[in-house]
């Protein structure tokens, strides 16, 4: 185990994360790698791929990515191609898993001893091989999106994995809480609930852009009633439910025009199974017409604007970011009770939906649909709700707090 100096003037907090991409974990790194406070911490990353929010990590922070050390192997590049037989490109993964465990060692020993962090944070769930090195680090927060179900199915040996890597926790909301404690056993004094709150900057920017996409863009016409949602096209998201929930309004509804806009999903994850299934749900529920899947966007805000009603179908969902990029748009949200909808702050801010059934999210979207000034009061009253609770500039410095706690009592 490397253990971490005596006090310094700044406190070297160093991040750990799968990648850069556009996901819930690492929109919210990048937030807190802008806010930090940079009189009393030192921020550096540590990423295992890169992807679309690098260059913005790079302007706040020195990164570091594993796979750019060197390029991909020849054997790697073999062992992807479609010819090559299964067993052989299992055997190759097995043996690139290993050496990538041996090379992030020592890539990691050159970091730690030119950092010498005094903190490291793991903001990734799934094991990294390149990364078991950290794994015994103190102190150490594991910042964890992942519960119930999800974290049930990597079973037991990875799901200890996960709760031994953290010295502490920091969780978005009190559903993944009570489960750390119920489930899993972790003491409540171990956990922390914070939510990364939503970048103001970010979404005025974003909204001010000539080019921003339009109804027009998207074919939805002038008097469309727009319902959207905001994730990656998987079974945990409920793209299933959503396009169920869109059938019963279709049907209850024939008198009103209804769009559906699901935005995100970059073209791989359109090729899963869960996806492709999705995609021949449509064809059967006669809403071919109906649906539009704006893929992956990097400028969601517009997206968001184009909704009249926004809604979260997440089956487990610890704290979905994309429902407060559309409640601090004014948009009324209607939520299966995951991650905000389950916080009683909330009340009256969100329409909560018990149980996890399309004709539930259905019986809660048709009086919006119905009553333009009901929608106008709940969009209003979720405006307010992120306004006041989750500022990102607030935020961070609650987030802040749990670090220099940890600093404060740093363990074994």
Known sequence: MINPPAGTTRHRVLFFGKDASRGGTMRILSY??????????????????????????????PVHVFTEREGQSMLASFSAGKGFPKKFRRAVGRRIERREAGDGSKWLRGIFDEFRPDLIVHNYNTRIRAFDGVAGFRPSVQCLTLYELSLALFGEDESQRIVNRGGHFMVEGTNVRDFLHGCVGVPLADISICCMGIDRTIRDEQLALSDRVTRKD??????????GSCATPNFIKGLDIWLRTAAILKERHPGLSLKFLWIGGTEARFQTLYARSCLALVKDLGLTDDVIFAGDQLVVYPYYDLCDIYTQPSRLDAFPHAILEAMSLGKPSVSFREGVAAEDYAEGAVAGVDGKRPIGLADAISPLLLDPDRRRELGEAGRKLVREHFAAEKTIRDYEQVLLGQLRHPGP
């Open 218 to 227: 998207l074919g939805i016409g002038e008097h469309d009633l727009v319902i």
């Open 32 to 61: 807190v790698l802008r806010f930090m406070d940079r009189e009393k911490f030192e921020p550096a990353v540590v990423l295992h791929t890169g992807g679309v929010l690098l260059p913005e990590y790079r302007r706040c922070a």
